[in-house]
């Protein structure tokens, strides 16, 4: 189901001073897919999945869940969160731990009167689902982190909503566990073909997970786009920055040639993915540290060739990140761990035009 939010604005007043936690969003997320918002803490995206929820009410705009406008201030609409057809999952478990596996997963239904073995059926049908078949009556509080945030998963799923939504539900697993149920997650929402808003403040979370990703900042959608465009091709300085590590450098442009722009730099002249820039203007030169080829060798010099000095090295496992001085400029640069280079080394590099990414200043 499709959601479309139009216009959306929200206010908190906390101690005498009005905060702005959403302003003016608009947005539309599209049907049976994973749709992530993506932000730093702070940045309204907790606010924005609880106007979608119906669990706070929005100072202006419209949202509507598929055919059916759930919110309008103007035309005086408001659906509630119980006939808005949502599931939801928290950052805390949010499972009661007096209450066994079956009857956290059971509660949705009956709360809603179903009928005794119709819920046997689902909640049967839903532990198998998310691998956990037998812990029917297994208390709760004798789960592992990760298995009690799949109690939650089929709490949410149990109920067969049109939308799932997420806020931040790895944020309390250890890394690894963390890095485990993400990608089972994504390999359940991808069985179940239906509508996830998935919240959260980890890119790499937001880019192994999503379809698309909303960036967030300061209660406004910044940009939005799949993972790789978010990645590679940010139109954002901030995005470009917020989505991983970066090097970001200073750059005037100079010219556009054969389906490329080229800038003036610390770095020398570079040329540079096209972007639509007024020549003579100011942009930012954003490389991402694994695009930092180093030259071995002389014949090999594809792209812009830039000289520097290693500054430092640090050996972390399948690489080394190295800091390269280039004039006043120090570039993180990820390096083969089989490269024979010292600190203080001078080196070349060079960097594809295709890898350097021109984002407005
Ligand atoms: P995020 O989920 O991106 O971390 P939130 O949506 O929780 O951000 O918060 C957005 C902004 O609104 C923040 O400045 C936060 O402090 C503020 N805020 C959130 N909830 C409340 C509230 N109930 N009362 C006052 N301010 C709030
Ligand atoms: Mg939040």
């Given at each position: 189901m499709e959601i479309r939010i139009r216009g959306v604005s929200k206010y908190y007043y906390s101690e005498g001073k009005t905060i702005?936690?959403?302003?003016d969003v608009n947005l539309v997320i599209p049907a049976n897919r994973i749709f992530t918002l993506l932000?730093?803490?702070?940045?309204g995206k907790t606010t924005l999945l609880r106007c979608i929820v119906g669990l706070e009410l929005p100072d202006t705009g419209e949202i509507s869940i598929g055919d059916e406008l759930v919110w309008s201030k103007d035309k005086n609409i408001c659906v509630p969160p119980e006939r808005r057809g949502l599931g939801m999952v928290f950052q805390?478990?949010?499972?009661?731990?007096?209450?066994n596996v079956f009857d956290n997963v059971a509660y949705p239904l009956q709360v809603r009167d179903v009928a005794k073995d119709v819920i046997r059926e689902r909640v049967a049908q839903t532990l198998r689902f998310v691998r956990?078949?037998?812990?029917?009556?297994?208390?709760?509080?004798?789960?592992s982190g990760g298995q009690q945030q799949r109690v939650a998963l089929a709490r949410a799923l149990v109920a067969e909503p049109k939308v799932i939504l997420f806020d931040e539900?790895?944020?309390?697993?250890?890394a690894k566990l963390r890095e485990e149920t993400r990608k089972e997650l994504r390999a359940f929402l991808g069985k179940l073909q239906i509508t996830a808003v998935y919240v959260t403040h980890d890119r790499v979370e937001a880019l192994a997970l999503s379809d698309s990703i909303a960036v967030m900042r300061a209660g406004q959608i910044i940009e939005t786009g799949t993972p790789q465009k978010i990645y590679?091709?940010?139109?954002h300085r901030f995005v470009a920055d917020f989505i991983g590590r970066a090097n970001l450098v200073k750059a005037t442009v100079r010219a556009e040639e054969g389906g490329y722009t080229v800038v003036d730099s610390t770095l020398g002249r570079i040329v540079c993915q096209q972007r639509d820039l007024p020549v003579g203007g100011e942009a930012t030169l954003c490389i991402r540290p694994e695009f930092i080829r180093i030259v071995r060798?002389?014949?090999?010099?594809?792209g812009n060739l830039v000289n520097g000095r290693i500054e430092s090295l640090v050996f972390v496992g399948e690489a080394y990140e190295a800091e390269i001085r280039v004039g006043e400029e120090r570039l993180l640069a990820k390096i083969d761990p089989e490269a024979k280079l010292r600190e203080g080394d001078a080196v070349s590099f060079t960097l594809a035009p295709a890898h350097c990414l021109l984002v407005a200043i």
């Open positions: 702005k936690a959403l302003d932000g730093p803490s702070g940045s805390t478990y949010a499972i009661w731990p007096h209450m956990l078949e037998g812990f029917e009556r297994r208390p709760a509080t004798k789960l539900p790895l944020s309390n697993l250890d590679f091709d940010a139109d060798g002389e014949a090999e010099a594809h």
